[in-house]
């Protein structure tokens, strides 16, 4: 009978419910030959060479407080999974009662009686369909997963750390040249209005120099107001108010982007956070959906208690009572409602699947971004030095043809603008650079691996607790 009863509730997976291939390559597409041994490192920030950001770094990993919300969130996971693989153990329950009676006697008087019942009840169901052992490994795999999300959260919150330090040190180089191009501006513009007053510069020269004055006054305060925007947003991420945050002002000239290698695309499976992540949550559903298709089979329970019933405690071992049974509970009709929970489960391992799959496609799109972008950056920088060089050197013809009265002023001003805009350009490029070395960091997991172990916080450079 009981092998009928599990026949007719055990269920087959659907077909459709199958895992997927993840697309793959053999090679990145947009990859370059590379000589560099070794994936990023977990402290992959120390590789761009300045102390300052491995400071701002360390601060943003200790005392953000997403982090902390993030370690809170991995012991919460832990104690659940503790909580679920208890129920593979039997139950001890402790039982003590105490009653008071009183009646009338035959003759009139009153007579008064005290029981009391001490006892000992213990439970304990068979794992026969490994229903409660699915449910904890389910259990286990969304602590797992919580634990890959605090280091996708440490991960991104150090690359953002180090975008936004990267901004502020460049705004602040921008900000001084502009300042300098500005100091020029003005000097160049009181010798004009001074020629003005003699007759030897026309009012159109006047003109022209006060514009690009005015011109560079502005963005010299835009990039001010950049600069300060970045540190402020350093400040949210290192968790402190924006005054209590010094900066140690760093030429980004003396930064180099850190060569990386990029391996295979397969390789991403186990060195990003996220995709274990992904993996762990859908490892739990797979066990959802053993654990709801062992719940439409029958359960067996044993329980056993010892007990005992007194007026006095020297009655105590006077008349014990004992019991055992055994209970079979087999689900006949619920409304539909375990084959509901079935029919759920599935449904949701189905969605995380996809979610899987998108998540590596995303993965594999980011590294091949940021390997493109490093490419272009690099040809772009290379073509803008000459660009820069040829500016300078316009400059100083420019400079000397005036002196000399070949040329006239605004031969020198465009020559001094063009000069000013390249070295403006090569700071921007240099940021992109460092931004798109970052992200290729990022894009590869820092350095992260998927651990043999229990879950280590390894891009803190601690244990989970």
Same mark, same amino acid.
């Given at each position: 009978?009981?092998?009928?009863?599990?026949?007719?509730?055990?269920?087959?997976?659907?077909?459709?419910?199958?895992?997927?291939?993840?697309?793959?390559?053999?090679a990145w597409h947009n990859a370059r030959p590379s000589t560099t041994p070794e994936w990023p490192t977990a402290d992959w920030w120390s590789q761009f060479g300045t102390p300052e950001l491995n400071r701002v770094v360390d601060l943003a990993?200790?005392?953000?407080?997403?982090?902390?919300?993030?370690?809170?969130?991995?012991?919460?996971?832990? *104690?659940?999974?503790?909580?679920?693989?208890?129920?593979?153990?039997?139950?001890?329950?402790?039982?003590?009662?105490?009653?008071?009676?009183?009646?009338?006697? =035959?003759?009139?008087?009153?007579?008064?009686?005290?029981?009391?019942?001490?006892?000992?009840?213990? =439970?304990?169901?068979?794992? /026969?369909?490994?229903?409660?052992?699915?449910?904890?490994?389910? %259990?286990?795999?969304?602590?797992?997963?919580?634990?890959?999300?605090?280091?996708?959260?440490?991960?991104?919150?150090?690359?953002?750390?180090?975008?936004?330090?990267?901004?502020?040190?460049?705004?602040?180089?921008?900000?001084?040249?502009?300042?300098?191009?500005? +100091? #020029?501006?003005?000097?160049?513009? =009181?010798?004009?209005?001074?020629?003005?007053?003699?007759?030897?510069? +026309?009012?159109?020269?006047?003109?022209?120099?006060?514009?690009?004055?005015?011109?560079?006054?502005?963005?010299?305060? %835009?990039?001010?107001?950049? =600069?300060?925007?970045?540190?402020?947003?350093?400040?949210?991420?290192?968790?402190?108010? *924006?005054?209590?945050? +010094?900066?140690?002002?760093?030429?980004?000239?003396?930064?180099?982007?850190?060569?990386?290698?990029?391996?295979?695309?397969?390789?991403?499976?186990?060195?990003?956070?996220?995709?274990?992540?992904?993996?762990?949550?859908?490892?739990?559903?797979?066990?959802?959906?053993?654990?709801?298709?062992?719940?439409?089979?029958?359960? /067996? +329970?044993?329980?056993?208690?010892?007990?005992?019933?007194?007026?006095?405690?020297?009655?105590?071992?006077?008349?014990?009572?004992?019991?055992?049974?055994? $209970?079979?509970?087999?689900?006949?009709?619920?409304?539909?409602?375990?084959?509901?929970?079935?029919?759920?489960?599935?449904?949701?391992?189905?969605?995380?699947?996809?979610?899987?799959?998108?998540?590596?496609?995303?993965?594999?799109?980011?590294?091949?971004?940021?390997?493109?972008?490093?490419?272009?950056?690099?040809?772009?920088?290379?073509?803008?030095?000459?660009?820069? %060089?040829?500016? #300078?050197? $316009?400059t100083r013809l420019a400079e000397a043809r005036y002196r000399a009265g070949t040329d006239n002023l605004i031969v020198l001003l465009d020559a001094q603008r063009n000069e000013f805009a390249a070295q403006d350009t090569a700071l921007e490029?240099?940021?992109?650079?460092?931004?798109?070395?970052?992200?290729?960091?990022?894009?590869?997991?820092?350095?992260?691996?998927?651990?043999?172990?229990?879950?280590?916080?390894?891009?803190?450079?601690?244990?989970?607790?």
């Amino acid at each position: 009978m009981l092998g009928l009863v599990c026949s007719a509730c055990a269920t087959a997976p659907p077909p459709s419910i199958q895992m997927a291939a993840v697309p793959s390559a053999v090679a990145w597409h947009n990859a370059r030959p590379s000589t560099t041994p070794e994936w990023p490192t977990a402290d992959w920030w120390s590789q761009f060479g300045t102390p300052e950001l491995n400071r701002v770094v360390d601060l943003a990993l200790r005392d953000n407080p997403d982090m902390g919300a993030a370690v809170a969130r991995l012991q919460q996971a832990e *104690a659940l999974t503790r909580q679920a693989r208890s129920a593979l153990a039997p139950s001890l329950d402790a039982t003590v009662n105490m009653s008071r009676s009183r009646g009338a006697l =035959s003759d009139g008087g009153n007579a008064s009686s005290s029981l009391h019942t001490l006892g000992l009840q213990t =439970s304990y169901e068979l794992d /026969l369909w490994r229903r409660i052992g699915n449910e904890s490994d389910a %259990a286990a795999a969304r602590a797992r997963a919580v634990a890959f999300d605090r280091d996708s959260i440490a991960l991104t919150l150090a690359a953002s750390t180090a975008s936004a330090w990267f901004d502020a040190m460049t705004l602040r180089a921008r900000a001084s040249l502009a300042a300098d191009n500005l +100091s #020029r501006a003005e000097q160049i513009l =009181s010798l004009l209005v001074k020629r003005g007053r003699a007759g030897a510069a +026309s009012p159109l020269e006047i003109a022209q120099q006060q514009t690009l004055v005015a011109s560079q006054r502005r963005q010299e305060a %835009a990039l001010a107001q950049g =600069s300060a925007d970045a540190q402020a947003r350093l400040a949210v991420l290192t968790g402190r108010p *924006a005054a209590a945050l +010094s900066l140690a002002f760093v030429d980004p000239a003396q930064l180099m982007a850190p060569p990386i290698r990029a391996g295979q695309p397969a390789g991403l499976l186990t060195r990003r956070p996220d995709i274990a992540r992904a993996e762990a949550l859908l490892a739990a559903a797979d066990a959802d959906v053993a654990a709801a298709r062992a719940a439409l089979l029958p359960r /067996l +329970s044993l329980t056993a208690s010892l007990s005992s019933v007194f007026e006095h405690p020297s009655r105590l071992l006077d008349a014990p009572l004992y019991g055992i049974a055994g $209970t079979l509970l087999a689900p006949i009709f619920n409304g539909g409602r375990l084959a509901a929970g079935r029919d759920a489960a599935i449904a949701g391992r189905a969605a995380l699947l996809a979610s899987y799959q998108s998540t590596v496609i995303a993965a594999v799109g980011e590294v091949e971004r940021s390997l493109a972008a490093l490419h272009g950056i690099d040809r772009q920088r290379a073509a803008q030095a000459q660009e820069l %060089a040829a500016a #300078r050197r $316009t400059t100083r013809l420019a400079e000397a043809r005036y002196r000399a009265g070949t040329d006239n002023l605004i031969v020198l001003l465009d020559a001094q603008r063009n000069e000013f805009a390249a070295q403006d350009t090569a700071l921007e490029l240099l940021k992109a650079q460092l931004q798109a070395s970052l992200d290729l960091y990022r894009a590869l997991g820092g350095g992260w691996h998927t651990p043999s172990s229990p879950p280590q916080l390894s891009l803190l450079g601690a244990p989970a607790p």
